[in-house]
């Protein structure tokens, strides 16, 4: 789910993190009612390899301006396959629902299998929505102009399997395909309420593509690094439903450094983790296509949609504390562009800092609510995993 308030039941419990806390846990300390009531729901802070795979439970719930009170369901299962090794990050599957009161409802999943002891990969994506979405236009200086604001139901139905295989150390190749519908139901100017046919502007649109995957991946732990390198590059070619083509190219660079472990801050609390994402694409793009700042995991702060084009970078770093047990804390800041040309990216920048609360649900996975600031709105998001 993204852009949500969380509600949901958080509490103290025991917690056994990589990066050193602020507040150690002490070792006598026994478990509280409240980690009780967490282990019903398999909340319980850690993976048990014991079982097919560790599940848990939790309802949430939720305010967004678009979708208004919600209610949702969080499931996060963790399990390894034969032969794994000890020491190997689990694999992972990962299911956000929800439904709310102005009738938007969605499931998202996210599952990624590790075999032969990591050498190969496979990552399936799938995520069904029926949401109030918004529309300003293309650029930065349309998503500035308030009267621009246009609200409508999206559907979306999308499918996204890779599999991808070790090279050389860390180093992996892979192919994958995207399958993409959106549709534009109830699009409506926000400034005169007045309805607007939407295949005038937002026509239904169908994308197929192939996609190959480059990536140097050292990172200890996918879900939640606290060190090492990630560097992956995506190229897509697509036909959609009016039998013309596009290109997507993607790119991210990310690296985690454990403040305990540097020799100017050793013994220091936490970890500092950075990215730069770029999004860029040629030909004939359907508006769910184009790259966009905004939403759960770019530019927090800034609603996402409202500030999209053909071409996309940002950048942003985190300083990430672990505080006591399960609990810890998250600071950020970021900057960004959007455009029509590559050359044009500088042209305009935005930026985008907040905080953000972590509450740690099973193993090295935690449940996330951010607070983020852009130039001209703030928002809240409730996730599961970290940004990047």
Same mark, same amino acid.
């Given at each position: =789910? ?30 509280? &009612? ?40 969080? =499931? ?83 499918? @996204?399997?890779? &599999? ?61 690094? @606290?060190?090492? &390198? ?17 290109? @997507? ?12 472990? @540097? ?25 769910? =296509? ?8 770019? =530019? ?89």
């Amino acid at each position: =789910m993204k852009r949500i308030l969380l509600l949901s039941l958080l509490a103290l419990s025991h917690q056994a993190v990589a990066v050193d806390p602020l507040i150690q846990t002490p070792k006598d300390m026994e478990p509280t &009612w409240v980690d009780d009531i967490l282990d019903i729901f398999g909340a319980d802070g850690e993976f048990d390899e014991s079982k097919p795979i560790d599940m848990s439970y939790l309802p949430t719930a939720y305010y967004t301006p678009e979708k208004k009170f919600g209610v949702g369901l969080l =499931m996060v299962g963790l399990y390894k396959t034969d032969g794994a090794a000890s020491d190997e990050q689990p694999s992972s599957l990962v299911l956000n629902s929800f439904v709310s009161m102005n009738n938007s409802y969605g499931v998202e999943v996210e599952n990624m299998t590790f075999f032969n002891g990591g050498k190969q990969r496979l990552l399936l994506g799938m995520e069904l929505h029926n949401e109030a979405s918004v529309y300003y236009g293309q650029g930065i200086a349309a998503g500035d102009i308030d009267s621009n604001h246009h609200e409508f139901d999206e559907q979306l139905y999308s499918f @996204t399997p890779r &599999w991808m295989t070790e090279v050389a150390d860390n180093y992996f190749l892979g192919v994958g395909a995207d399958f993409t519908y959106a549709s534009a139901d109830k699009l409506t100017l926000v400034d005169t309420d007045l309805p607007i046919p939407s295949d005038a502007i937002l026509p239904d649109n169908f994308s197929s593509g192939v996609v190959l995957t480059s990536i140097y991946d050292s990172r200890d732990y996918r879900l939640n690094a @606290t060190k090492g &390198w990630l560097f992956q590059l995506d190229a897509g070619l697509y036909q959609n439903s009016e039998y013309s083509t596009f290109s @997507t190219y993607n790119l991210e660079l990310a690296n985690y450094i454990d403040l305990s472990s @540097t020799s100017l801050l050793s013994g220091a609390p936490g970890l500092i983790a950075w990215q730069v994402q770029g999004h860029f694409t040629s030909g004939d793009v359907p508006w769910n =296509m184009l790259p966009d700042l905004g939403g759960s995991s770019a =530019m927090r702060g800034y609603i996402k949609g409202r500030y999209r084009d053909e071409q996309m970078m940002m950048g942003q770093v985190e300083y990430r504390l672990p505080i006591f047990q399960r609990y810890g804390m998250v600071f950020w800041g970021g900057v960004g562009s959007v455009a029509s040309k590559v050359s044009e990216l500088s042209d305009e920048l935005m930026t985008s800092y907040g905080a953000g609360f972590r509450f740690k649900i099973k193993d090295n996975i935690n449940l996330r609510l951010d607070i983020g600031v852009g130039e001209n709105e703030t928002n809240f998001y409730l996730n599961v995993n970290e940004v990047f």
